[in-house]
């Protein structure tokens, strides 16, 4: 297990450099300069090349990266370019929305995709079975952010249940901070539980025809137990593989939901500041949401090698 974890720790650290240069040039080479941005088409030149000065823009391309990648290593990300406040601070503050909501909606999507596809499995053939799959249908095909309007029209406008928008705060008590969230959160969580619970369905029907399941039986188990006992835990690999790009998605790319609840969250911040050409937050931003993703995948990793040894044993 030990050979197993140090090799993914090198992958890791791999992505995570390779991550970096191409973050630092898609960003680096988007038209349009910051400092022009910020002073308008009619500033002076000497005005101009003074304020590339002190955001380091004069500098050379070499020399940025790796100061952006040094501070980024003692979590210094640099000073906003429009607000004039530590990068840092604010991914601080905004994180502190966007994780929540990642973790609650996959919560929400794991709640609803297992116990729907294992259901649909058992019965496969059947009239649940065909009512699952078209509600997963239905889920897959409807976008998030429709299901987000919706939602705000049933249980915001009509119902009064929930605020149509905005965030209560952690200050303001764990029980306000996730009910501001839990619409934005089912909004996220449904179109993943289609797909979710289509995976598990068709994992565990493969699960279902293999020899040991048949000498489970024959051991004398029902079938409700080997399907429990055997199948479920046969079947995790490719659903892992699954939750862990679910929960990359809901953390990178919440921008719509967060626009449409306005959630002050980081997908939020990357569309403020792509529009103002704040460059600094953008890089630094999108580097700590890959970072995250990469973490994640990298756990993924070790769950695989926990449900099934045999896959330490092949590396």
């Known amino acids: 297990m030990l050979i197993y974890t140090l090799r993914r720790l090198a992958s890791l650290t791999v992505s995570l450099i390779v991550a970096s240069f191409v973050i630092f040039a898609v960003i680096e080479v988007i038209p349009g300069d910051p400092a022009s941005f910020m002073l308008g088409v009619n500033a002076r030149p000497d ?47 905004r994180i502190w929305v966007s994780l929540p909501l990642a973790i609650y909606a996959l919560i ?51 119902l009064r249940w929930f605020s149509a928008g905005g ?3 952690w200050d303001k008590g764990l029980f306000a901070g996730l009910w501001s969230l839990t619409l934005p959160a089912i909004a996220l969580a449904l179109p993943q539980a289609a797909i979710l ?3 598990m369905r068709s994992s565990l029907l493969d699960m279902l025809g293999e020899d040991f399941m048949r000498t489970a039986r ?3 188990l029902t079938r409700r137990q080997a399907l429990w006992r055997h199948a479920v835990r046969n079947a995790m690999i490719p659903v892992l ?20 609840f306005f959630l002050p969250g980081l997908g939020r911040l990357i569309f403020q500041s792509i529009s103002a050409r704040d460059l600094i937050v953008v890089e630094s931003v999108v580097m700590l949401l890959v970072f995250l993703v990469i973490v994640v995948n990298f756990l ?8 099934d040894p045999r896959l330490r044993r092949r590396t």
Do not use: C, H
């Open 197 to 199: 619970a289509r995976v």
């Open 167 to 169: 965030f209560a705060g």
């Open 241 to 260: 593989t699954i939750l862990g790009l679910q929960f990359s998605f809901l953390l990178a790319g919440g921008i719509v939901i967060e626009q449409v």
């Open 108 to 158: 929400l999507s794991t709640a609803i995709a297992f116990p729907a596809g294992i259901y649909a499995a058992s019965r496969r053939g059947g009239v649940g079975d065909t009512a699952v799959m078209g509600a997963t249908q239905l889920g897959v095909a409807i976008p998030n952010f429709w299901f987000a309007m919706i939602l705000v029209l049933i249980f915001a406008i009509n």
């Open 300 to 307: 993924v990793d070790l769950t695989y090698a926990w449900v």
């Open 47 to 93: 005005t101009l090349a003074a304020l590339r000065a002190e955001l380091g823009l004069d500098q050379s391309l070499p020399v940025r990266y790796f100061a952006w990648v040094s501070g980024m290593l003692t979590g210094d990300f640099g000073i906003s370019y429009t607000y004039k406040t530590p990068v840092a601070g604010m991914v601080a503050d």
């Open 218 to 220: 024959a051991k004398g």
